[in-house]
């Protein structure tokens, strides 16, 4: 996809007000930022491209780790035991190598039982199936899927949407959900988390300053996934909470980082999504 497309697509995704809830009495309302025209929004958009390439390569050198540890209850017998707790990039690779296998297994074969194992044991993976404190996790949706017998018909309309480019079309949304998607395309698309695009927003903030940019163009508009008061929460960048500015953000990113392949240095979604995750350490 060409640069003019992306910034093209990213601007008619982008909604204004979407995530800002109407102004309360009394409050005035916001002046409108100015716009770019179309040939500076691609300009800015590509230098931060080369910006974010040269941030993404300065991290190479760096250890990856992120320890999981999946509950016994999500442990499948096709979970070999070695696996079911690991650290290194290489112990999660193969996690996640064994995911994709399965799923796509369950998605041949329409195998209900075996969906419903993945999906569980792969957002435990991920930490983000059962609620912790003021997280909640994804249990819930999963297992009434499940009951529903709707779990299989939701994979297999979402791996058509997935095939087709049609993100915005998910009918599901969360960072756990995000990597059931990456596990049926795992070279386009990649696990969104609230880490991740704290890494992100630090880069497109690091990049304005160094710019001395006042106005960004709409696709590098991300927004972030935590409240005020977590340690990855950043002044001025806007909280997403609808599913639909969620899925806009995951477009965004998925296509940020296709550019980020284009250049060359890097080949794989999955280099781009460790490196991401060292960047977002606080």
């Known amino acids: 996809m060409s640069l003019s497309t992306f910034l093209q697509d990213a601007g008619l995704l982008c909604v204004a007000q979407e995530d800002a809830p109407p102004p309360s009495a009394g409050e005035k309302p916001r002046r409108k930022k100015k716009k770019l025209s179309p040939g500076e929004a691609e300009v800015i958009a590509?230098?931060?491209?080369?910006?974010?390439?040269?941030?993404?390569?300065?991290?190479?050198?760096?250890?990856?780790?992120?320890?999981?540890?999946?509950?016994?209850?999500?442990?499948?017998?096709?979970?070999?035991?070695?696996?079911?707790?690991?650290?290194?990039?290489?112990?999660?690779?193969?996690?996640?190598?064994?995911?994709?296998?399965?799923?796509?297994?369950?998605?041949?074969?329409?195998?209900?039982?075996?969906?419903?194992e993945v999906v569980r044991a792969a957002i435990d993976w991920g930490g983000v199936y059962y609620s912790r404190g003021v997280r909640k996790g994804n249990q819930q949706?999963?297992?009434?899927?499940?009951?529903?017998?709707?779990?299989?018909?939701?994979?297999?309309?979402?791996?058509?949407?997935?095939?087709?480019?049609?993100?915005?079309?998910l009918e599901i949304f969360t960072s756990g959900w995000s990597i059931i998607w990456y596990l049926m395309d795992m070279e386009e698309l990649f696990i969104l988390s609230s880490r991740k695009i704290y890494a992100l927003n630090k880069v497109i903030q690091a990049f304005q300053a160094a710019e001395g940019l006042s106005v960004l163009p709409p696709e590098l508009d991300l927004g972030q996934l935590v409240y005020q008061g977590s340690p990855r929460y950043l002044e001025g960048v806007r909280y997403l909470y609808t599913q639909k500015s969620k899925l806009i953000l995951f477009k965004k990113c998925v296509r940020i980082l296709g550019e980020i392949r284009q250049r060359g240095d890097f080949v794989h979604n999955k280099e781009l999504d460790n490196l991401l995750f060292i960047m977002g350490d606080v």
Request: glycine share 4%; proline share 4%.
């Open 46 to 116: 590509d230098r931060f491209i080369t910006f974010l390439n040269t941030q993404l390569l300065a991290c190479r050198d760096k250890p990856f780790s992120c320890r999981y540890s999946i509950s016994p209850a999500n442990q499948a017998s096709w979970l070999p035991e070695a696996l079911s707790c690991g650290e290194s990039a290489e112990e999660n690779y193969r996690m996640e190598l064994l995911f994709h296998e399965k799923l796509m297994e369950a998605l041949e074969k329409e195998d209900e039982t075996l969906c419903l």
């Open 141 to 169: 949706q999963v297992e009434k899927l499940g009951r529903e017998g709707e779990l299989l018909p939701v994979l297999r309309r979402s791996y058509r949407h997935i095939l087709s480019r049609e993100l915005e079309k």
